[in-house]
């Protein structure tokens, strides 16, 4: 089974195309990978969480299928299709899947 795609520069493309859920699992596909930030696109399965933790750079989450549980500081946000979060740099934050969803990631290290 593919579990994602590659993105070829130049061409249009959705987010949750290019990458597949598999059973059990988070899946991840980083497009753009530089000193200055990345940005992934991850899958998760139901269940599967990416426990907290903190990072020195600000984050961009967007939620592009399903609904994702994002934490940050200790509260929790329900997050939907289209719908994005910032999160802070140096604050714990965590994800999880109480169903299957995807999310892109957009760190900035500037």
Do not use: C, W
Request: avoid cysteine; charged fraction near 25%; aromatic fraction near 8%.
């Amino acid at each position: 089974m593919e579990r994602s795609k590659s993105v070829e520069r130049g061409l249009p493309f959705r987010y949750a195309d290019i990458i597949d859920y598999q059973k059990d699992s988070i899946v991840s596909n980083t497009l753009i990978e530089q000193k200055s930030g990345n940005v992934t696109i991850f899958a998760f399965d139901r269940g599967q969480k990416l426990s907290e933790h903190t990072a020195p750079f600000e984050a961009l989450v967007e939620v592009v299928d399903g609904t994702g549980m994002i934490t940050t500081a200790g509260i929790d946000y329900s997050l939907q299709a289209g719908q994005q979060i910032i999160m802070p740099a140096n604050i714990p934050h965590a994800v999880r899947a109480e169903e299957r969803f995807k999310m892109v990631l957009i760190m900035i290290r500037g």
